[in-house]
């Protein structure tokens, strides 16, 4: 009722891996195997970490390279911001983006008044207006500012 015994391990074919025929040429140094078969095993790791040790070289010359990373960064920028906004972070954005805004606004004004002017100009000049017609209108609270002994002719 036991099973029945197995035979017993040939010794003539039972090899390690560093005593297996190494099948690259003999004038190859990777391929010679060294006294305790480093070679093979330099091998193999070549072999296993090959692909990952490109994937890293090539991740590492992305990051290093400024135009690569502007690239990744323009990508991304507005969708972070708006997520940054999301998030309750609109005071640190501003504070952050603040002094950015205000010395390119100041630089664009001293190079271009112009442009300036021309873009608020839809914006102020019916304020303005309609600030002088309220001041200028009888009844409305404030005296105006052309009223007065000095206006006497």
């Known amino acids: 009722m036991g099973s029945a015994p197995q035979p017993a391990p040939d010794s003539r074919n039972a090899r390690s891996m560093a005593d297996a025929p190494n099948s690259r040429p003999a004038g190859d140094p990777q391929g010679e195997p060294s006294v305790n078969g480093s070679g093979s095993l330099e091998e193999l ?8 040790q490109e994937a890293l070289e090539r991740l590492q010359q992305r990051i290093e390279d400024p135009e690569s990373r502007a690239e990744d960064v323009s990508g991304v920028v507005a969708e972070a911001i708006q997520r940054r906004r999301e998030q309750g972070g609109s005071d640190a954005l ?25 873009a608020l100009f839809p914006v102020m000049g019916p304020a303005i207006r309609r600030s002088i017609l309220e001041t200028l209108q009888p009844g409305s609270g404030s005296k105006p500012f052309l009223a007065g002994p000095q206006m006497a002719f």
């Open 45 to 52: 790791r070549r072999l296993i970490l090959a692909p990952e």
């Open 94 to 118: 501003s504070d952050a983006l603040a002094p950015t805004i205000e010395t390119a606004l100041r630089e664009s004004v001293r190079k271009d008044p112009k442009t300036l002017a021309s």
